[in-house]
């Protein structure tokens, strides 16, 4: 009971664990949001390091009070990189999963409606394409692709496209048996106005939950594109690239290179995770 006192009150009761898991992931996420959104002013302001200026700072300089993360192989600040770093992962994971979103909803919608032929075909294209690792998945295209944020975008939304195609596909499959949907459709409702009308109302609700899961794994997948080299160029800060490029200074002491942006991407990882877990639970328990 003390616990979930001091957890807040915010409806008169105690929260759960779910809400608390949901809003501690809100704030851990919304944090490095505002980072992302600062970092370039405070870089224009002079506040803060280029994150690709550093030939002339001191190369694998330790932290201390001129480069509080110390800097990497170039002399680039370590802090700055990592910072920058958070714009570069919330934007790519963002765009991809958006994109997978907006081309796996209506395709499952529509597969699960229209049936037949047509549901076979996506369902046979989509299940081949889930059946592989994502990481694996995701290399196999960023090869093919090649490096560039372009490229490492559209890497990602293919390998993402399948899970809301599923989702929406069995979900708009059970919807279109209820009762309304078939006096809509003996009423003549054309499947335009019923889907947008009763199936995509009721088939959305489970869409935030996995957005928000889908990109917990994402944020990992870019690191381990960056870290085989798959990823992003060299000059743009992205966590696991500067794990890569860490990797070979590790067993000569030098930790700072790969400890903060491992931090960083764990600590986003973490929020995400807490986030989506947080809201599966909250909407499945029909909690206010």
């Known amino acids: 009971m003390a616990l979930a006192s001091a957890a807040g009150l915010l409806d008169g009761r105690p929260l759960?664990?779910?809400?608390?898991?949901?809003?501690?992931?809100?704030?851990?996420?919304?944090?490095?949001a505002l980072i992302a959104l600062l970092t370039p002013v405070l870089v224009s302001l002079g506040w803060l390091s280029d994150p690709n200026a550093g030939l002339s700072n001191p190369i694998h300089a330790a932290p201390g009070w001129a480069h509080w993360c110390g800097t990497d192989r170039l002399g680039r600040d370590v802090c700055s990189r990592t910072l920058a770093?958070?714009?570069v992962a919330l934007q790519v994971v963002l765009v991809a999963l958006v994109l997978a979103l907006v081309l796996g909803v209506p395709l499952g919608m529509i597969s699960g409606y229209v049936g037949g032929s047509l549901d076979r075909l996506l369902v046979l294209l989509m299940d081949t394409l889930y059946t592989l690792p994502v990481l694996l998945l995701s290399v196999v295209l960023a090869f093919l692709l090649g490096r560039?944020?372009?490229?490492?975008?559209?890497?990602?939304?293919?390998?993402?496209v399948p899970q809301y195609f599923r989702v929406v596909r069995n979900q708009t499959a059970q919807v279109k048996a209820e009762l309304y949907v078939e006096a809509a459709r003996s009423l003549g409702a054309g499947p335009g106005w019923i889907l947008r009308r009763y199936l995509l109302r009721n088939v959305i609700t489970s869409v935030p939950v996995l957005l928000t899961l889908?990109?917990?794994?994402?944020?990992?997948?870019?690191?381990?594109?960056?870290?085989?080299?798959?990823?992003?160029?060299?000059?743009?800060?992205?966590?696991g690239g500067d794990l890569q490029q860490a990797l070979t200074a590790l067993p000569t002491g030098i930790w700072w290179t790969a400890l903060y942006p491992g931090l960083a991407m764990t600590l986003l990882v973490f929020g995400l995770a807490c986030l989506g877990e947080g809201?599966?639970?909250w909407l499945s328990r029909g909690e206010r």
């Open 279 to 281: 809201l599966e639970a």
């Open 148 to 160: 560039g944020l372009p490229n490492a975008t559209a890497a990602l939304c293919v390998v993402y």
């Open 16 to 32: 759960s664990l779910s809400s608390r898991l949901a809003r501690l992931g809100a704030v851990i996420v919304l944090v490095f």
């Open 85 to 87: 770093g958070s714009g």
């Open 214 to 239: 889908n990109a917990a794994d994402a944020v990992l997948v870019l690191g381990g594109l960056g870290f085989l080299g798959l990823g992003l160029p060299e000059t743009v800060p992205e966590w």
